[in-house]
C-alpha cells in the first residue's frame, strides 16, 4: 500500500512538473509586438530614404539651376563676347594713338600666342618689369587709321600687321607709374625674355624700331595669313584640345569688331 501512495505521488509530482514545462514551451506566442516594432523600424527607414531623396532632389534642382544659370553666362558671353573685351583710349600710354579705341584683351589673341604673351609679362613680373598691354588685336579700320598717321606709326596697311590675326601684341613697361617708351637697356630685357619664349621681337627691326611689339606666326608669311591659313600649333603642345572651336568663334569676335570699327571709322572721318 505504501508503495502504491509513493508511486501515485511520484507521478503527482512528475506530470505537475512536465504539465509546468509544457506551459512555457506551448503558450502560443504572440508576436504582434515584434511585428509592431518590425513596422515602426520599416516606417522610419522609408521616412528617413524619402528625407535623403528629398534633399538630394533639392540639391540636384539647386546645382541644375546654378548649371543653367552658368549656361546661360556662357551663352551670353559667347554671343556677345567681342562685347566684353577690354580697351584703352588714345593717350592712355601718353602717345597720340588715333580715335578708334584699342584692343588690349589677352583673350582677344589666338590661344596659342596669348599664352605665350601671359607668360612673357608674368616673366617679367618676376624680374621686377611690369608691363602694360598697349594693343592686342587691331581691326583692319584701326589698322588703316595708324597708316593714315603717318610713317611714324606703321608702313603696313589693313590686313598686313600679324595684329590682324591676333598674333601680334604691343607692351610698354609701367616704371612709377609711367609708361616708359624710351629705355632700351629695359626694352632689351624685356625682348631677349620674349625671344626666349619663342616670339619675333619688334626691337630687332632696324625700320621702324618697335621694341613693345612681339609676334609669332608659326612660320606663316602676311600673304598666308591673308589666304586665311592659321599657324598650326607645335605638336607637343596639348594644352589646346578645342583649338578649332576656339579660333572659329575668335574669328566671329574680330569680325563683329570689324564691323564696330569701320562704321566708328566712317562715322568720324
Ligand atoms: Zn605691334
New binding site residues.
Given amino acids: 500500500m505504501r508503495f502504491f501512495i509513493g508511486l501515485l505521488l511520484f507521478s503527482l509530482v512528475l506530470s505537475a512538473s512536465t504539465g509546468m514545462a509544457q506551459g512555457s514551451l506551448f503558450e502560443p506566442f504572440d508576436c504582434r509586438a515584434e511585428v509592431e516594432i518590425i513596422n515602426r523600424i520599416e516606417k522610419e527607414k522609408q521616412q528617413r530614404e524619402l528625407a535623403i531623396r528629398d534633399s538630394i532632389n533639392k540639391a540636384e534642382g539647386l546645382i541644375a539651376l546654378q548649371k543653367r544659370e552658368e549656361l546661360n553666362k556662357i551663352l551670353e558671353y559667347s554671343q556677345n563676347g567681342w562685347m566684353h573685351w577690354s580697351t584703352v583710349d588714345n593717350f592712355t600710354f601718353g602717345k597720340n594713338r588715333g580715335g578708334l579705341p584699342m584692343i588690349t584683351d589677352l583673350t582677344a589673341l589666338h590661344p596659342y600666342f596669348r599664352d605665350k604673351v601671359a607668360r612673357l609679362i608674368f616673366l617679367c613680373k618676376q624680374k621686377g618689369i611690369e608691363l602694360e598691354i598697349v594693343?592686342t588685336f587691331?581691326t583692319h579700320a584701326k589698322q588703316d587709321e595708324y597708316k593714315s598717321m603717318g610713317k611714324k606709326y606703321t608702313r603696313s596697311g589693313a590686313g598686313k600687321?600679324?595684329?590682324q590675326y591676333g598674333l601680334?601684341?604691343?607692351l610698354v613697361p609701367i616704371v612709377n607709374g609711367e609708361p616708359e617708351w624710351h629705355n632700351k637697356a629695359l626694352w632689351k630685357k624685356i625682348g631677349l625674355i620674349g625671344e626666349q619664349l619663342g616670339l619675333r621681337w619688334?626691337g630687332r627691326w632696324r625700320y621702324l624700331y618697335?621694341p613693345?611689339?612681339?609676334?609669332w606666326t608659326g612660320g606663316l608669311s602676311v600673304y598666308d595669313l591673308a589666304q586665311g591659313k592659321l599657324p598650326y600649333i607645335p605638336k607637343q603642345e596639348l594644352n589646346y584640345p578645342c583649338i578649332e572651336d576656339d579660333l572659329h568663334l575668335l574669328s566671329r569676335y574680330w569680325e563683329q569688331w570689324e564691323t564696330e570699327q569701320a562704321s566708328y571709322a566712317t562715322n568720324n572721318p
Fill in positions: 594693343e587691331r600687321s600679324k595684329h601680334a601684341v604691343d619688334g618697335d613693345g611689339h612681339f609676334e
